[in-house]
């Protein structure tokens, strides 16, 4: 059975801090990663991507990816209230299907 | 403007009932996908299409059939509802299927009494 795992939280951060959300995989042939931001009721957004390892920043965000360790995390600076929504990480079956799959997402709760 | 969109947003029926739920996006993008959030936030691949054609069709009962009338169109047929079917319905379309993300469209929420 092929997983993605993240802490379910609440993650409680206050405003300013850096939130660090991780995600672990069970497939070693997955190559693609993703993060999506869903606010309550809301439907799920890209936040980043990333495929190779080492960091990848898009502003305040930044997503790290160590595939000999099977590890991908999220860390978001500077954390303001609007960050707070579940944060879920993605990860491509690998091989022919085209399977994303998702974790169960982090609450992530900003305290202003 | 919307790029995914889907109808009905709320759905409330009763259990036996059949219902729809239509997708359509306007990105051009080839594939397309119907996922299932439970309440525990978890979101799961139902089925896929690519260019109209079934490429993945998980572990789902038969009483769900996917009819994708062209490549912008994606509707979900749900036969005989039960209780356990009460979800989050989202469609999702990508460029290409392959490792690729997912737009994802704004969900229906459907309730079986």
């Known amino acids: 059975q092929k997983e993605v795992e993240q802490n379910s939280g609440p993650l409680s951060v206050p405003e300013g801090a850096i939130a660090s959300l991780n995600c672990t995989y069970s497939?070693?042939?997955?190559?693609?990663f993703f993060w999506y931001r869903q606010y309550s009721g809301k439907s799920p957004e890209l936040i980043m991507f990333?495929?190779?390892?080492g960091d990848k920043e898009d502003g305040r965000f930044t997503a790290q990816l160590n595939k000999a360790s099977q590890y991908v995390s999220l860390l978001i600076r500077d954390s303001q209230p609007s960050d707070s929504a579940t944060y879920l990480c993605?990860?491509?079956?690998?091989?022919?299907?085209?399977?994303?799959?998702f974790g169960t997402g982090t609450l992530l709760a900003v305290q202003p | 403007d919307t790029a995914v969109s889907q109808t009905p947003k709320y759905l409330v029926t009763q259990m036996g009932n059949d219902k729809s739920i239509k997708c359509e996006q306007n990105?051009?993008?080839?594939?397309m996908y119907w996922y299932k959030q439970d309440s525990k936030k978890f979101l799961k691949i139902m089925f896929s299409y690519n260019n109209k054609e079934l490429i993945i069709n998980e572990t789902v009962p038969n009483r769900f059939s996917p009819k994708s009338p062209d490549k912008a169109h994606l509707n979900l047929h749900i036969n005989s509802l039960e209780l356990g079917d009460s979800a989050v319905y989202f469609c999702?379309?990508?460029?290409?299927?392959?490792?690729?993300?997912?737009?994802f469209g704004p969900g229906t929420r459907l309730t079986v009494l």
């Open positions: 990333i495929y190779s390892n």
């Open positions: 999702a379309s990508s460029q290409v299927p392959v490792a690729s993300y997912r737009f």
């Open positions: 993605a990860a491509d079956y690998g091989g022919a299907t085209n399977k994303l799959i």
């Open positions: 990105l051009g993008h080839d594939t």
């Open positions: 497939d070693r042939g997955s190559q693609s």
